[in-house]
């Protein structure tokens, strides 16, 4: 069965710093991989995806992951944060090319921007 | 574009209640699902279809009820409501099982 663990629930980020959120997954296989961000009151929204090719993933809103097989992580990256990119950010992991399964969501990791 | 519909957005029930909370979506996605989200919780996975007819049980399907009569409809049914099933409850859909999810927008539920 595959897992994802997000080992921060809260992480604060001044504005115009760099962030990094965390993603480890658990799969037997080459997993398909992704980040939503949920705004307060609102639905989950794709950020970026991970299916194949390039471990590099650029996203919407500047956001950028990178898988690593190695290591079993898919840590979301974003240069520069504003005081809008404060919301929850949710990893996720499906079954890949050669699974048949649900997708898999960690617990979410609450991203706070201070002034 | 649509996408994913939900409503109610906003319900209050007394326990024992029931009701059905609706999902549709206009994107012909043959997977459809119902999540709860629950603060530390993350989102747990109640019921999904992989197509009409086809329905299946997630993580936390007890007390919950569905039905997939058509490709775009996807209702979940709440037979006796439980103040345990206080939630946020998100439908979500895709092209395949384990694909890219689209959400609705979601439907808070409290039990009284």
């Known amino acids: 069965a595959q897992s994802v663990t997000q080992p921060d629930i809260h992480i604060t980020v001044s504005e115009g710093a760099s962030l990094e959120l965390r993603c480890n997954y658990s799969y037997g296989a080459t997993p398909y991989l992704f980040w939503y961000v949920q705004s307060p009151g609102q639905g989950l929204q794709l950020l970026l995806k991970?299916?194949?090719?390039?471990?590099l993933v650029q996203g919407i809103k500047g956001f950028e992951a990178e898988f690593k097989r190695s290591q079993s992580s898919f840590n979301l990256r974003k240069p520069s944060v504003h005081w809008s990119d404060a919301a929850e950010y949710f990893c996720a992991v499906g079954p890949g090319p050669s699974g048949y399964s649900t997708l898999t969501f960690g617990k979410g990791t609450m991203l706070l921007v201070s002034p | 574009n649509a996408g994913v519909t939900q409503t109610p957005k906003f319900q209050v029930l007394k326990t024992g209640q029931s009701m059905t909370l609706q999902c549709a979506q206009d994107?012909?996605?043959?997977?459809m699902s119902w999540y709860r989200q629950d603060p530390g919780m993350g989102l747990r996975l109640i019921h999904y279809?992989?197509?009409?007819?086809?329905?299946d049980q997630g993580e936390v399907p007890n007390g919950y009820n569905v039905s997939r009569s058509t490709t775009e409809d996807f209702p979940l049914r709440l037979l006796s409501a439980a103040p345990s099933q206080t939630s946020v409850y998100f439908c979500?859909?895709?092209?395949?099982?384990?694909?890219?999810?689209?959400f609705g927008e979601g439907s808070r539920l409290t039990v009284l």
């Open positions: 979500a859909s895709s092209y395949e099982m384990g694909g890219e999810l689209f």
């Open positions: 279809s992989v197509g009409a007819g086809i329905t």
């Open positions: 994107m012909n996605h043959e997977y």
């Open positions: 991970y299916f194949s090719g390039d471990t």
